[in-house]
């Protein structure tokens, strides 16, 4: 039976001893530790990026100086609104009973879609209403790369660019950063 003794190395200088004898024990130690962080931050994000709870409510940060700019005091029409008294000020709201997308929308129309897999669906029927002379102003993810950016885009949108992260309200009352960056897409304006 052989016994395996650790090795700890010392610099010449008799700097404090090592944990690691080499550099291939370091890079494992480093690799678990950033894996173990990087799930963490993956749970974190998990709501954001998945099909699940898509409840992060427009904080009035986003929304009251849009209102100031356009000189109203609220919305014509929030489709995706969570509740009848939703969040945004708007005369009239879809809820997800009323299915947004299968009603006419009218006036100047506020749009925090799910970001999920409907989103492209929203932009759709954004770009729809918007052909009809329909005022969309849509919050969105910023991603460039998707197809219903491009859509967007190329139906005349205008993007805006939101500095920082928007920190969006959850259900309970507390706020949360989101881990992407945001844009306003503004349509028939």
């Excluded at 009848?84 to 879609?113: E, H, M, S, Y």
């Amino acid at each position: 039976m052989s016994v395996i003794k650790t090795v700890i190395k010392t610099t010449n200088r008799g700097g404090r001893p090592r944990k690691h004898p080499d550099r291939r024990a370091a890079w494992a130690a480093a690799s678990r530790a950033y894996r173990k962080r990087e799930r963490a931050a993956r749970t974190k994000r998990k709501a954001y990026h998945s099909g699940g709870e898509c409840e992060w409510y427009t904080p009035a940060s986003v929304y009251q100086p849009i209102l100031e700019r356009l000189s109203m005091t609220e919305f014509d029409l929030d489709p995706c609104s969570p509740w009848l008294d939703g969040p945004i000020p708007a005369k009239t709201r879809f809820t997800p009973a009323d299915n947004g997308l299968l009603q006419p929308w009218q006036g100047v129309v506020w749009c925090n879609p799910p970001y999920g897999r409907t989103m492209a669906a929203w932009c759709d029927k954004a770009v729809q209403e918007a052909r009809e002379g329909v005022r969309v102003i849509i919050l969105a993810h910023a991603r460039t790369d998707t197809k219903w950016f491009h859509g967007l885009m190329e139906a005349g949108g205008r993007p805006e660019f939101i500095k920082g992260r928007v920190a969006f309200v959850r259900p309970d009352g507390t706020s949360e950063s989101a881990p992407f960056p945001s844009v306003l897409i503004w349509l028939g304006f």
